[in-house]
């Protein structure tokens, strides 16, 4: 009994995490469209899009706004990620983040 609870913990928060990576990588893609023009690869929109995650939910619960559900988490992400590489944008002159050679 106690094996089938733990077993159904780790699942249940591995199926987190699985969440959390595709929810960033697809507003860490959007995001990296929207402000640099498709830079960042597979991994960078991922982690980006989680940083955002975390820097949206931030500016979110200091201004006292609460979300919950998959479509709000995607959009605060979203909106984090946006706001990420603005900053970034603006902090390293305009270079951005990544810089992805364009194929021959």
């Known amino acids: ?6 077993l ?10 699985i969440v959390w990576i ?3 990588g697809l507003a860490g893609a959007i995001a990296d ?7 960042l690869g597979i991994l960078g929109n991922i ?10 939910g931030a500016i979110l619960g200091a201004l006292g706004i609460s979300v919950s559900g998959i ?3 995607f959009v605060t992400a979203l909106l984090g990620a946006i706001i990420l590489l603005v ?4 902090v390293t002159g305009g270079r951005g983040l990544g810089g992805k050679r364009p194929t021959v």
Request: charge should be positive.
């Open 33 to 39: 469209r929207l402000v640099q023009g498709d830079q």
């Open 22 to 24: 595709i929810i960033g």
């Open 87 to 90: 900053i970034v944008k603006a």
């Open 71 to 73: 479509f709000w988490t």
């Open 8 to 17: 159904a913990s780790v699942l249940g928060t591995l199926w987190a995490w």
């Open 47 to 56: 982690i980006v899009g989680i940083i955002g995650g975390l820097l949206g």
């Open 1 to 6: 009994m106690v094996t089938g609870f733990v």
